[in-house]
Structure formats: structure tokens, C-alpha cells
């Protein structure tokens, strides 16, 4: 068993990295807890950038080959920001019988964009899921987090509509 | 902590329970609580207060109560009532009407004695909407941990596997495989170091029960798994659950520091030599990781693919130990067997398959939700008395069972019995409890096209057959649905579907071509009536006829 060390503290001084050192030495900085980092990592600053790749890598000890390769082999790590909001819909077999193509339809032509990417004004991400295990209320999407059952494509494009209405915060 | 101690605590908290008139359980699974039921449980509690019965009616979070696509869910103890859709003003009603007047509230009752829960039989479920699964003294007071403290007290190692082996359950993960004959060879292989692992990366898409059992009944497992390590001599389990199921995780969690804290894990487990840890490992969406080889890789902290076996994970598992690795309804048995004895177990269901499978019932079915049956139990029983059959106005054409490496089940088999060798006849599997129903409006090119898709994506890549085949046939299904098709591309199809699943590496791939060829088996016109019609010409020199076709 590799002996713990404290990671070095990250130069940008963002306090972000204190939290991710914190993940880190609970686990000992062991490079078999690497998917738990990258877990707690993409937790904390909401996907997984090139730089955090580099920094974890250095701090498990591990070859930046293995972070970028397990960081893109698994679904749940995304590479690129997300939007301000997440339309998750979940394309599980119930989900299907119950057309949830209909609805990935009418979510993409409401943002003009297919699924897995995000709206040029970065307000929303449409995202994919395998099965979200709720199969009971099919067809089932994830809004921001909030299962929501039972979806039409009608009441996909009006959650959709008011986030696209949602005025912009003022950017610093 | 003694046993005696654990005794002291059963009985602590049934006294405690009982100075409680009545108990109102609220459904606190994935499914209910997107329905609302935190809402409904400030509701009752709000309206408990209004009445002067707050301390005389205790509210409590459970597990999935079954009926998911009816919920917000509410059951009140001891009469075991059932209420459906249960929103604000029934809320309310249950408590002014049920519990202050007494008639119970007709309008969300839900009955009972349907099928749908009389024909059930519930063993791995049975604690599922009757504790509440964040608080160990409640599992401990509906004898929890007994099983454990008879096997750490009681039995030697060899009389553990003995009784499993006897009770005769095969792995709930779909395969089958005897379980106690698997703990002994784990068991016979010589090593200090031992690891039990528990596969709850749940990914079949339509399949909710692991997570329930997770949710509704986490310290069950744990117990499973700590007479596991006992029987094969390991010191340390992992849970290999997935990051998709958050309150899973939360719940699993809590339960592990709760047993720790009394000493139900960890060292010396109930003052005897056993010492188990158990800790948790969160996935990162990849089906693959399902397969036992790719799992024990993504717990190592590397990409999930899998490798050759032999060496089985039995022989050199994790970080090259032996490994034993059963799947969550597995180990969410084993208590009940020991507690009750294999004779007990092994008068349920039918010979060849004994014990009780939990199936997730959803798809084109009236009746939605988790439901807990005896093996051999036929499908049109599940399908038509338990489900209530498809939504009016259409007509039942299949059920598929075993998600993308299962297989569709038509109309005219619905009197198989549903047990792993009877599923297997039919071309479909048991595998870990989907059961989607799907009705007219499907049609089945479609549905082996999006299930040869997710295969595609799922693909780890390693093997050639599995990445190479999988996407040509998704190519050959999709030329088929848009009719463009040839027979002789139909031919390829088929000769393809054998090639993979013949020659690729693990059971992704292996199993990957399942529901194309049982739709091929059950609905061939489908696939022919969207063939290209032969052009009018007759081939140069061969002569053939093109309207033999």
C-alpha cells in the first residue's frame, strides 16, 4: 500500500481543490480509489477539465493515460460543463415502450439541439440516461435532479420553454 | 455486543413500537417521493398535530410498497391498509376519517386482495414498506442480524454452505449458477485473503428491484453478506453499487456506520473470532461493469472490461484473491434460509428453481411496480391476474424478460412457467427481474434495433466480435426498419448474430444478439413484411426465380 501524502496545494488558489485534497486524503491517495475521486472531483466542479485530470493524476500517482482513460470509459463522467439546467431523459426499455422517442423528438426540436449537447446560450443540456429505475411512472425524465414521471412531449416542451424564458443572470 | 444484547434490542424497540396506536408508513422510494410522498408525509404529520396525535402515531419512511405506478403510497399499521395516489386532501382525510373516526377512506383504498399482491409471495421484499430502512433497531426488531448471530455462534463455516447448498437458490444476477455450490469452491481455495463482493450495478434497463431492496432494506444485505464471508473465510466485502441510484448509496451507507456502531460489523463481530468489514464502491455507468470480471476491475479503479475465464473470480478475483460474487437478491436470501432452515426455503417455488424471484413489472401493463412471485409461477399469471394485462384497447403481443441479453416471450407461451430453465426453452432468460410487457403499438424490429443499440454504446470494446458485430447488425436492423433490406441481408443478420454470440469474450457479447434472434424466432413476418420487394428482373445466367423469395 502506497504511503499517504498530502497533496500539494493547487497554484490557482482555487478553494475548490482543498475540498478535492480532502477527497483525496481520505483516501489515502490509493490509485485504486481513482473512480471515487473522479466522483467526488466531477461533484465539486461539476465536470471533469483537462487540468483536474492532470491534478489527480499527479496526486494518486498514477499515469495521466489511466485518469483520461477512466474518466472516458464510464457514461457518468462528462469532460465538458453542462448547461444551467439538465433535461436528463431516461431511454430505459419501459421508457421506450412508452415513447420516449416522441419526447427526445420534441425536446430536440425545442432547443435545436440533439442530445448529449448543450444549447449555444448554455442554458440547457439534453442528456440521456440508460434507466433511471423508475420504471413504474414511465416515461420518466430528470429535471434538474427532480424526477419527474409520467412525461408527455407536451409537458417536456413546456418545462423547456421556461427555462429558454428564464432571463440570464448577469455574467461576471 | 452479545447476542443477548441483540435480543435486548428487539424487544426494546417492539416495545417501543407498541405504544404507538397505529403507524403510518409512506413509500420513501425513487418512485413515490418524484410522485410527492416527503410532501405527504409533512401532511400527516401537520395533520397528526392538528388532532393531539402526534406522539400516539409515529410516521415512518419505507421502502418501495410495490404498486409504483399508483403512488405517492401510504400504508397504516397494524390494520395494513393500502392507500393509492394519496395527495394533500387524503392526506388529511386519512387522519380525520381512519385513524380519529375509523371508516377507512374509500376513494384511495387500494385492494388488497388483487392478485397483484395475493398471489405474491414475499421473502426478499417482505420488510419492503413495513420498517424503516434508516434505523437498525427497526430491521433488528423483525429478527435482523438473528441469522448472523446464529451463524457466528452456532455453525461452523462448512454448516453454512451446507444449508445454503441444500436450500437450493441459484444467483438472482440471471445466470443461475448454484449458490452454495460456488461458496465452496471459494471456500475450498486456500488464501489469507478472501474478498465477498456484492454486485448491485443494476444496469439492465427496466429493472428496479435491486435498487429497491437497496432502498427499502439495506441492512438485509449486509447480513447476507456477512454470513457469506463467515462461511468462506473472508474479512472484507465490497458493494458495488451504482452512482445512478443516489439514495441507494445514502441508505447503504447510513447502514454500514449503524452496524458498525453496534458492532454487527467490523471486529469481533456479536463477541465472537469474526471479524467483516464491508465497505461501498460507486460505479460509473457502464453495463459491462454487470459481467463479474469487468466489476472487479472498475473496483480496482480501472476501466470495466472484462477478461478470459478461467481463472474465475472463485480462484483469483480481486487484486488477484479469491472472490466470491453474488448479486444483491442473492444475498438478500440468504438470511431468511438460515433463520428458517433449507427445508423451508426449498418447498417454495419448484424443484429445479426454489425460492421466490422479485420482477419489475412495467412497460404497456395496467398494474406497474415491483412484485415479489414463487418460482414456476406462470406468465400469464404475472402478466394478466397480477398486471390486470395491457391498457384498453390494445393487445398484449409480448413480454421481454432479461433486458438487452434477454428475450421476447409472445402470446403463445405465456403458459411457460417462469423459472431459468423454462425461460431458457423459449429463448429468453430469467436474468435479474425485468419483465416490460409490451403491447400492439410495438413493433418488434424496432425493439431489437434499440436494444442492439444500447448494446453498441455498452460494448467495452475489447473484444472484436462484440465492437465490430454489434454494429453492423444495429446497421442490418436499421437498413431493415427503413426498408431497404434484401433477404439476403436478413440471412447476414442471422449469420451474424450467431458469429457474435458464439465468439465473443464475455457475456455482453455473448448474450448481445438474444433479442434479435428471439424476435426473429417469434416474429420473423415482421422482419419480412419491411423486406424490399425484388424488382421485376431476372438475373443474368443463374436463372433464378425472383419470386421464390
Avoid at chain 2, 417492539?14 to 404507538?20: E, G, H, L, V
Avoid at chain 2, 384498453?392 to 421481454?400: L, N, P
Avoid at chain 2, 454489434?470 to 441481408?489: C, M, N, S, Y
Wanted: hydrophobic share 40%; aromatic share 6%; charged share 25%.
Amino acid at each position: 500500500m502506497p504511503t499517504p501524502t498530502a497533496p500539494t496545494p493547487h497554484p490557482s488558489g482555487d478553494n475548490r481543490f482543498k475540498l478535492l485534497d480532502r477527497a483525496i486524503t481520505k483516501h489515502q491517495s490509493r490509485g485504486d480509489a481513482l473512480i471515487e475521486v473522479l466522483h467526488a472531483a466531477q461533484g465539486i466542479f461539476g465536470f471533469l477539465e483537462n487540468d483536474l485530470l492532470i491534478y489527480i493524476a499527479r496526486a494518486l500517482k498514477l499515469p495521466l493515460s489511466r485518469v483520461y482513460g477512466v474518466a472516458t470509459f464510464y457514461h457518468f463522467f462528462t469532460l465538458k460543463p453542462k448547461g444551467k439546467h439538465t433535461f436528463v431523459l431516461c431511454t430505459g426499455t419501459a421508457c421506450y415502450v412508452k415513447g420516449a422517442s416522441k419526447i427526445q423528438h420534441a425536446a430536440e426540436e425545442c432547443c435545436k439541439v440533439k442530445f448529449g449537447q448543450t444549447t449555444s446560450d448554455n442554458k440547457i443540456s439534453l442528456i440521456s440516461a440508460r434507466c433511471v429505475g423508475s420504471c413504474g411512472l414511465a416515461p420518466v425524465a430528470v429535471l434538474d435532479d427532480h424526477v419527474a414521471g409520467k412525461m408527455t412531449p407536451e409537458s417536456a416542451i413546456a418545462r423547456l420553454k421556461t427555462w429558454q424564458e428564464q432571463p440570464d443572470e448577469v455574467t461576471t | 455486543m452479545t447476542v443477548e444484547d441483540l435480543q435486548e434490542l428487539a424487544e426494546q424497540e417492539q416495545a417501543r413500537q407498541a405504544k404507538f396506536s397505529h403507524r403510518l408508513m409512506y413509500c420513501s422510494a425513487a418512485g413515490c417521493v418524484s410522485c410527492g410522498s416527503l410532501n405527504i408525509r409533512d401532511m400527516l404529520k401537520k395533520a397528526l398535530q392538528e388532532k393531539n396525535l402526534a406522539d400516539k402515531v409515529e410516521v415512518i419512511g419505507t421502502g418501495c410498497m410495490g404498486l409504483c405506478g399508483e403512488g405517492p403510497l401510504v400504508k397504516v399499521l397494524p390494520e395494513g391498509t393500502l392507500y393509492q395516489r394519496v395527495d394533500e386532501a387524503a392526506a388529511k382525510r386519512i387522519v380525520d376519517e381512519h385513524l380519529v373516526q375509523g371508516p377507512i377512506v374509500q376513494d384511495n383504498v387500494v385492494d388488497i386482495t388483487h392478485p397483484f399482491f395475493a398471489a405474491q409471495f414475499k421473502i426478499v421484499l417482505e420488510n419492503c414498506g413495513r420498517i424503516d430502512a434508516e434505523r437498525i433497531e427497526e430491521y433488528i426488531a423483525v429478527n435482523g442480524y438473528e441469522a448472523l448471530a446464529r451463524v457466528v455462534t452456532e455453525m461452523q463455516p462448512g454448516e453454512v454452505i451446507e444449508e445454503v447448498r441444500k436450500s437450493g437458490i441459484r444467483g438472482r444476477g440471471g445466470a443461475g449458477y448454484p449458490t452454495g455450490l460456488k461458496w465452496g469452491i471459494v471456500r475450498k481455495v486456500p488464501s489469507d485473503t478472501k474478498y465477498v463482493v456484492c454486485n448491485a450495478d443494476e444496469g439492465d434497463p427496466g429493472a428496479f428491484m435491486d435498487r429497491s431492496v437497496l432502498e427499502g432494506d439495506p441492512h438485509r444485505i449486509l447480513e447476507g453478506m456477512a454470513i457469506a464471508g463467515y462461511a468462506i473465510g473472508a474479512q472484507q466485502g465490497y458493494i458495488y453499487v451504482r452512482a445512478e441510484y443516489p439514495l441507494a448509496i445514502e441508505r447503504l451507507r447510513l447502514a454500514i456506520k449503524q452496524a458498525e456502531r453496534v458492532g454487527l460489523l467490523g471486529n469481533r463481530i456479536l463477541e465472537s473470532q469474526f471479524n467483516f468489514r464491508i465497505d461501498l464502491r460507486i460505479g460509473a455507468g457502464a453495463f459491462v461493469c454487470g459481467e463479474e470480471t469487468a466489476l472487479i476491475r472498475s473496483i480496482e479503479g480501472r476501466r470495466g472490461r472484462p477478461r478470459p475465464r478461467p481463472p474465475y473470480p472463485s480462484e483469483r478475483g480481486l487484486w488477484g484473491m479469491p472472490t466470491l460474487l453474488n448479486n444483491v437478491e442473492t444475498f438478500a436470501n440468504i438470511a431468511p434460509i438460515i433463520r428458517n432452515g433449507s427445508s423451508w426455503f426449498n418447498a417454495i417455488g419448484i424443484p429445479k428453481s426454489t425460492g421466490t424471484k422479485v420482477f419489475a413489472l412495467a412497460g404497456k401493463i395496467r398494474n406497474t411496480g415491483l412484485i415479489e412471485v414463487p418460482m414456476g409461477i406462470p406468465l400469464r399469471k404475472i402478466v394478466f391476474d397480477m398486471g390486470g394485462g395491457t391498457p384498453e384497447g390494445t393487445e398484449f403481443k409480448a413480454a421481454q424478460t432479461g433486458g438487452p441479453s434477454g428475450g421476447c416471450i409472445p402470446a403463445e407461451h405465456l403458459d411457460v412457467p417462469v423459472d431459468y430453465e423454462s425461460l431458457n426453452a423459449v429463448g429468453s432468460i430469467m436474468g435479474s427481474g425485468g419483465m416490460i410487457v409490451m403491447d400492439s403499438t410495438s413493433q418488434m424490429v424496432d425493439v431489437a434495433k434499440y436494444f442492439m443499440d444500447f448494446c453498441k454504446d455498452e460494448s467495452c470494446g475489447k473484444c472484436i466480435p462484440c465492437r465490430v458485430g454489434t454494429v453492423h447488425i444495429h446497421g442490418l436492423l436499421e437498413k431493415i426498419a427503413a426498408g431497404k433490406a434484401t433477404t439476403d441481408d436478413l440471412g447476414l443478420l442471422e449469420e451474424l448474430c450467431v458469429m457474435v454470440k458464439e465468439t465473443s469474450l464475455c457475456g455482453l457479447g455473448q448474450s448481445a444478439p438474444n433479442p434479435v434472434l428471439s424476435t426473429l424466432r417469434f416474429f420473423r413476418h415482421e422482419y419480412e413484411e419491411l423486406l424490399k420487394q425484388p424488382e421485376t428482373f431476372v438475373p443474368s445466367g443463374n436463372g433464378n426465380d425472383p419470386t421464390t423469395h
